[in-house]
């Protein structure tokens, strides 16, 4: 029997704070496998949305690439100070050509204005420069 319950499940303390964080924090690091089994993890700029974390990466990127050969893929999100706060999801990662770029997703555009205002990036240069949509669809998560 499959657990239907989503990942991270809302209804319980811990899944409401972990999606907190999802929503309000700007950095999480993607660890990808190169199809020689080389992991590489990267900084993703993302945004959760329906179960899922989608992220936009640049053409050819290593990690798009990684994604396309293998779905496993981890992600984490920043820990505090002193090492705390650890949120790790083991996950499926797909590339979905069919998503809208991210210059068409208002929620993505809305939690990274500050940052593409700062490198002067629009919305339409950073989807030109970061064309390629993953979904990542967490399997498993752990806290600590």
Do not use: C, H
Not at 54 to 74: C, F, I, K
């Amino acid at each position: 029997m499959t657990d239907a319950r989503p990942i991270p499940d809302p209804a319980t303390e811990a899944g409401a704070q972990v999606i907190e964080r999802l929503e309000r924090e700007l950095i999480a690091w993607l660890t990808t496998v190169s199809p020689a089994g080389q992991p590489q993890s990267s900084p993703i700029w993302f945004l959760w949305a329906d179960g899922d974390i989608l992220m936009y990466s640049r053409l050819g990127a290593p990690r798009t690439r990684n994604v396309a050969a293998q779905p496993r893929v981890s992600l984490n999100l920043n820990t505090d100070g002193d090492g705390d706060e650890v949120v790790t999801f083991e996950a499926e990662a797909r590339i979905d050509p069919d998503a809208p770029p991210a210059s068409a997703v208002p929620g993505f555009i809305a939690k990274y204005r500050r940052l593409l205002d700062e490198y002067g990036w629009s919305a339409e240069k950073f989807s030109a420069d970061y064309p390629t949509t993953i979904r990542i669809r967490p399997t498993r998560l752990r806290l600590a």
